[in-house]
T-cell receptor, first 110, second 111 residues
């Protein structure tokens, strides 16, 4: 069974710092990796996806993928209080069914 | 651009009553569609997915059912709600790359 593991947190960082969110997975056949942000009471929103080993940058966000070690991470630079949310890691392996982690709660304090 | 609608936004129903939640997608054809449930403070639980009209796959056996009467319409139903059916119901569509886009959700409280 495919598993995606995330530390539930909360991860607390000061405003302006780098927040590092990590995710490990069990299925070596996983091909696509996604990060979603979910504000309290709202639906998840896709913020990053990555398919190849290495880094992918989009604004203040960087996704990092290491398939050999089976982990994917999300870095948020210059963290803002508005980044406070739960971040969900997800992956798919070519089937129609994605696998989601349970999410890491991030708190950015002023 | 693609948009996804869900309604109602909130719903309070008594135990034993029926349920019908609707989801529609605009701006794309033949999307893969999904129903998820998220209990308070919990992760996403995949309930059903559909790869085409009339094609429904169930991930969790329960008193819920789903139907896809049109290409961009996905309906979640129940004949008799249980207390344990309370939660945040999310509809999503996925593009061929696997990226999922969620609707605004329906918050269901069964009393």
């Amino acid at each position: 069974q495919k598993e995606v593991e995330q530390n539930s947190g909360p991860l607390s960082v000061p405003e302006g710092a780098i927040a590092s969110l990590n995710c490990t997975y069990s299925d070596r056949g996983s091909q696509s990796f996604f990060w979603y942000r979910q504000y309290s009471g709202k639906s998840p929103e896709l913020i990053m996806f990555i398919y190849s080993n290495g880094d992918k940058e989009d604004g203040r966000f960087t996704a990092q993928l290491n398939k050999a070690s089976q982990y994917v991470s999300l870095l948020i630079r210059d963290s803002q209080p508005s980044d406070s949310a739960t971040y969900l890691c997800a992956l798919s392996g070519g089937s129609y069914i994605p696998t989601f982690g349970r999410g890491t709660s991030l708190i950015v304090h002023p | 651009s693609q948009t996804i609608h869900q309604w109602p936004a909130t719903l309070v129903q008594p135990v034993g009553s029926p349920l019908s939640l609707e989801c529609t997608v605009e701006g794309t054809s033949n999307p893969n569609l999904y129903w998820y449930r998220q209990a308070a403070g919990r992760g996403l639980q995949l309930l059903f997915y559909s790869v085409g009209i009339g094609q429904i796959s169930s991930e969790v056996p329960q008193n819920l059912s789903a139907s896809r009467p049109q290409d961009r319409q996905f309906i979640l139903s129940s004949k008799k709600l249980l207390l344990s059916d309370s939660g945040f119901y999310l509809c999503a569509w996925a593009n061929p790359g696997g990226e999922q886009y969620f609707g605004p959700g329906t918050r269901l409280t069964v009393t």
